[in-house]
């Protein structure tokens, strides 16, 4: 047990990836749907599509901090959870930064054609910065700055979230 992360270094991580997640989910969908829907769909259908948006946001938050928890007990407690604050939230902040970097730059049919890229592109990134926030200080408090800010997205976004999975689970039993 004392290889897993403890709450306090959990939680700024979480917020960073809840952050990001939720942001990417609702810029998408207002730039994509949000305004066409407006022609075919009325109010309350409009938010029962958004409550299923951010009930998936909800999930892809819990499945990253659980792979990056389940990282940190494997690797040595060197690598990740000694310093899981820091180096959680860059594998956080590069991982879906790249994701969404991909999927901006790629047609829809050729995301696994050209996966390697992907794969390239977040090696790179993630081992500079890394790197760059291991050796200057300022990269370093700027990435924990980021991480302790983040945490006031958790009061907003949890609460949507709770009801949107409680929305998507009466739309599925009724």
């Known amino acids: 047990m004392n290889r897993l992360p403890n709450r306090n270094q959990l939680l700024p991580v979480y917020a960073v990836g809840v952050t990001i997640l939720y942001s990417w989910a609702i810029i998408v969908t207002i730039r994509s749907s949000l305004f066409t829907w407006v022609l ?16 998936g946001a909800f999930l892809e938050s819990l499945l990253l901090i659980a792979a990056l928890t389940i990282f940190g ?49 977040f ?30 997205f958790l009061y907003i976004y949890l609460p949507i979230s709770i009801i949107s999975v409680i929305v998507v689970i009466i739309r599925s039993l009724g």
């Open 40 to 55: 075919y769909l009325n109010v309350p259908e409009i938010l029962t599509l958004v409550a299923y948006i951010l009930a």
């Open 73 to 121: 007990v494997l690797l040595p407690s060197k690598l990740l959870t000694e310093k899981f604050i820091l180096r959680g939230t860059i594998l956080t902040i590069t991982f879906l930064s790249s994701i969404m970097f991909y999927y901006t730059q790629t047609p829809l049919g050729e995301a696994l054609v050209d996966i390697y890229k992907w794969v390239l592109f």
């Open 123 to 152: 090696t790179v990134s993630t081992v500079g910065f890394l790197l760059a926030a291991e050796n200057i200080q300022t990269i370093k408090n700027t990435v924990e700055l980021i991480a302790d800010r983040a945490m006031v």
